[in-house]
């Protein structure tokens, strides 16, 4: 399977190549050149696999024969080994045909696990192999950030630089970064926001100069496209469970850069029987906007109850557009270019066209505080904020009772204690694993948000 980027220029890439980039050179994102079709007898032969066996089944797929099939397999079997729950992904059924899928039972709590768990494996064996090191580096506004670190850490062959925007992170958020060991680990906080983050790290992957000779930066954010490979698995997970290829299933899913939601696009590009997908957002809800309105435009950034879904704009987007356009680069681009700058439109039939796939919905914390608390009382389950965001916007969204709905549970509730104290309820225990977290001691450096002091901290680092 060769990758293109949504931008058009340059060759086609290997399974190997993109794994180990971000960004392509273009500025585009990496797609697959042709995905699977799967027919009814391939989905009916994975009815009894469980969890790491599909996923094997799924990855290999894409991976092609670049990753030798024993190696994948104990990849992948040793990456959802550490999760405490023994579905993996366990489907939980809040009333009749409204569903939960609780995607938070990994090291750190969040569905970024799935995938973090896997590419720290998958980078270290196809390293280990051409006898090379990387430096990977990475921005958060939480989540990604403690995943990749507890994906990546035990690799000899790379060293992790991982920003966050100072004193705007949870306090567990901020400790379960900060108190990951090892002399390959860094936590950076700087002083200013997330999209300051990211602005460095994007400059600092455009010019990799700072680097030794012998090394590059790899990305950990869902633009690598690995990331959302492993996504797309528990998509194919729940739908066999509840009945596909037969039966038709639908899913809400709490969005911030597209990633997770466009995981399962793919799935249903490849033939799973996905009735509807819900784009669920809080008040950053840019893509609300323009499924439900044909606006497509730049507000400020609202800070929520949801923080990981508070985002100006959604880097994977980019690669459903490419689609939209039917997969023409220089349409693609000329929308990217004129973005920022005016609000954009897409043309009645392309609007249609994204109806006809996403519905999409906006909750605010109010709201989002009510449904937590509805939920807990109901049904005795504790939701976190942004699956409270997705289950809200399922309900808004649902057209037919006849079709299951599923929403991803993204986090676990203990993550974000605040909002839970919001809607009333007492804070959760963190899971055994994390117990001690407050005891544990942080290392991190405080550092202004200026491209040289980070590059020259880099340098000095390696
Ligand atoms: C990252 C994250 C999201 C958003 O996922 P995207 O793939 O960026 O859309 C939603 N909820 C939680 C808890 C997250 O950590």
Redesign the pocket.
């Known amino acids: 399977m060769k990758y293109i980027s949504t931008r058009g220029q340059g060759q086609p890439q290997s399974f190997e190549q993109v794994l180990l980039t971000g960004l392509a050179p273009d500025g585009g994102l990496y797609v697959p050149e042709h995905l699977p079709q799967l027919s009814r007898e391939q989905f009916s032969a994975w009815e009894g696999l469980d969890y790491p066996q599909l996923a094997f089944e799924i990855t290999r797929l894409f991976a092609g024969d670049e990753i030798a099939s024993d190696d994948l397999r104990e990849i992948i079997e040793s990456a959802y080994a550490n999760f405490a729950h023994p579905d993996i992904a366990p489907l939980v059924e809040l009333s009749a045909g409204e569903f939960v899928l609780e995607l938070f039972h990994g090291p750190t709590l969040?569905?970024?696990d799935f995938a973090l768990q896997v590419l720290g494996r998958l980078l270290d064996l196809v390293l280990k192999k051409n006898g090379r090191r990387v430096v990977i580096l990475g921005a958060t506004s939480?989540?990604?950030g403690s995943a990749a670190l507890e994906g990546c850490r035990h690799s000899d062959q790379v060293d992790i630089f991982i920003l966050h925007p100072y004193q705007r992170v949870s306090d567990v958020q901020r400790k379960q970064m900060t108190t990951v060991p090892g002399s390959n680990v860094f936590n950076l906080a700087i002083e200013g926001d997330f999209d300051d983050c990211q602005r460095l790290v994007k400059s600092a992957f455009a010019d990799q100069s700072f680097l030794p000779q012998d090394r590059q930066l790899v990305a950990v954010n869902?633009i690598n496209w690995a990331r959302i490979l492993m996504q797309t698995v528990y998509y194919f997970a729940a739908a066999l469970r509840l009945g596909a290829p037969k039966a038709s299933v639908s899913f809400s899913v709490?969005?911030?850069?597209?990633?997770?939601?466009y995981a399962g696009y793919l799935a249903r590009l490849m033939g799973l029987s996905i009735d509807q997908l819900v784009v669920a957002t809080n008040k950053n809800d840019i893509l609300h906007r323009l499924i439900s309105n044909n606006e497509y435009s730049v507000t400020g950034l609202t800070r929520t109850c949801?923080p990981?879904?508070d985002i100006l704009v959604?880097s994977?987007f980019e690669r459903y557009l490419f689609d939209l356009f039917d997969r023409n680069p220089q349409q693609l681009k000329s929308f990217m270019h004129a973005f920022g700058e005016k609000p954009l439109q897409l043309s009645p039939s392309q609007w249609q066209r994204l109806r006809s796939i996403f519905d999409s919905a906006s909750v605010d914390d109010d709201t989002t505080c009510q449904v937590i608390a509805d939920v807990h009382s109901r049904h005795g389950v504790l939701l976190?904020p942004?699956t409270a965001v997705g289950l809200h916007s399922a309900r808004l969204c649902r057209k037919t009772k006849s079709v299951p709905m599923v929403t991803l549970a993204?986090?676990h509730p203990a993550k974000f204690s605040d909002a839970i104290s919001a809607a009333g309820l007492p804070i959760p225990d963190l899971p055994n694993h994390l117990q001690d977290l407050y005891q544990r001691s942080e290392r991190y450096e405080v550092m202004p948000a200026q491209l040289t002091a980070l590059t020259s901290y880099i340098a000095d680092c390696l």
């Open positions: 969040a569905f970024k939480g989540d990604t869902s709490p969005t911030g850069n597209f990633g997770d939601i949801s990981s879904m959604s994977n976190d942004h993204t986090a």
